[in-house]
């Protein structure tokens, strides 16, 4: 293979990637649905705990 044709190459898988890679990203992001956020606004408050059995507290 001779240069030319391997520089040509790398710059489409090059251009494919960074291409791919914002949609990806953003995909990765989603939208949290209402019972996902109705978990997190218990889950986000770090004073809140569960006391088990063995009277050990568990932060939820």
Excluded: Y
Excluded at 13 to 34: E, K, Q, T, W, Y
């Amino acid at each position: 293979m001779n240069e030319g044709r391997r520089i040509s190459l790398l710059l489409v898988f090059l251009f494919l990637a960074f291409m791919i890679f914002p949609v990806h990203a953003n995909a990765a992001r989603g939208v949290l649905s209402d019972e996902a956020q109705i978990c997190l606004g218990c889950h986000a408050n770090k004073e809140l705990s569960k006391i088990l059995d063995d009277k050990e507290s568990l932060s939820v």
